[in-house]
T-cell receptor, first 114, second 116 residues
Framework: AQSVAQPEDQVNVAEGNPLTVKCTYSVSGNPYLFWYVQYPNRGLQFLLKYITGDNLVKGSYGFEAEFNKSQTSFHLKKPSALVSDSALYFCAVRDRSSASKIIFGSGTRLSIRP | DSGVTQTPKHLITATGQRVTLRCSPRSGDLSVYWYQQSLDQGLQFLIQYYNGEERAKGNILERFSAQQFPDLHSELNLSSLELGDSALYFC???????????????FGPGTRLTVT
C-alpha cells in the first residue's frame, strides 16, 4: 500500500537560513512525487514534482526537492528562507497506475522567524 | 487564483441533513478530485472523476457520493450529516489524459462545512 510520512509536525527556521522539510514514502514501483503549500484559509498550491530524470527538481518560489530512491525520500529545500515561506507544506505520492489514488502526507508547518 | 471554483464558501447545517458542494475545474481539465481536510484526519482523498467517469476512490463514506457532469463540473453530495463531517472540502482538477497520472493538481479555495 502507498504511504507518505512527514516526520516533523513543525519546522522552525530563522530568516536567511536554509530550510529542509522532510518526506519519505512507500510505494510499489516508481512514484510520482509532489510538494504542495497551503497558506491560511486557502487551497493547496502546487510547488514542484518529480516524474523522471534529474533527481534534483526545481519549483516555485525558489524551492527545490531531491529525489533519493535508495532512501525513498523527497525532501523539500530552500537555500535561504523568507518569512513569507511560513505555511503548511504537504508531500504527496502517486504510483504510476493510471487508476491509482494520490496520498498526501500529514503536513509540516514551516515557521520562519525574522 | 488556481482557476478552480467552489461554491458555496461556507455552509452551516444540522445533523441528519443533506448538502451539495459544487466544483468547476480549470478550463480544459478533465479530472476532478475531492478531498476532505480536518484537524484530526489531515487531508483525505475522497474520490476522482475523469471525463465523467469514476477513476479512483479513497476514503469516501457510503453517505457521500459524487458525480461529474458533461460540462465537467462536479458535485459532492453529503447526506445524513454527522458532527464529525465538519471539515474543509476541497476540489482539485488536473489536465491528465486517459493513461497519464503525472500531472499536478490545482486546488479550489474550498467549502467550509459546519454541522451543528
Amino acid at each position: 500500500a502507498q504511504s507518505v510520512a512527514q516526520p516533523e509536525d513543525q519546522v522552525n527556521v530563522a530568516e536567511g537560513n536554509p530550510l529542509t522539510v522532510k518526506c519519505t514514502y512507500s510505494v510499489s514501483g516508481n512514484p510520482y512525487l509532489f510538494w504542495y503549500v497551503q497558506y491560511p484559509n486557502r487551497g493547496l498550491q502546487f510547488l514542484l514534482k518529480y516524474i523522471t530524470g534529474d533527481n534534483l527538481v526545481k519549483g516555485s518560489y525558489g524551492f527545490e526537492a531531491e529525489f533519493n530512491k535508495s532512501q525513498t525520500s523527497f525532501h523539500l529545500k530552500k537555500p535561504s528562507a523568507l518569512v513569507s515561506d511560513s505555511a503548511l507544506y504537504f508531500c504527496a505520492v502517486r504510483d504510476r497506475s493510471s487508476a491509482s489514488k494520490i496520498i498526501f502526507g500529514s503536513g509540516t508547518r514551516l515557521s520562519i522567524r525574522p | 487564483d488556481s482557476g478552480v471554483t467552489q461554491t458555496p464558501k461556507h455552509l452551516i447545517t444540522a445533523t441528519g441533513q443533506r448538502v451539495t458542494l459544487r466544483c468547476s475545474p480549470r478550463s480544459g481539465d478533465l479530472s476532478v478530485y475531492w478531498y476532505q481536510q480536518s484537524l484530526d484526519q489531515g487531508l483525505q482523498f475522497l474520490i476522482q472523476y475523469y471525463n465523467g467517469e469514476e477513476r479512483a476512490k479513497g476514503n469516501i463514506l457510503e453517505r457521500f457520493s459524487a458525480q461529474q457532469f458533461p460540462d465537467l463540473h462536479s458535485e459532492l453530495n453529503l447526506s445524513s450529516l454527522e458532527l464529525g463531517d465538519s471539515a474543509l472540502y476541497f476540489c482539485a482538477s488536473s489536465v491528465e489524459s486517459g493513461t497519464v497520472s503525472s500531472y499536478e493538481q490545482y486546488f479550489g479555495p474550498g467549502t467550509r462545512l459546519t454541522v451543528t
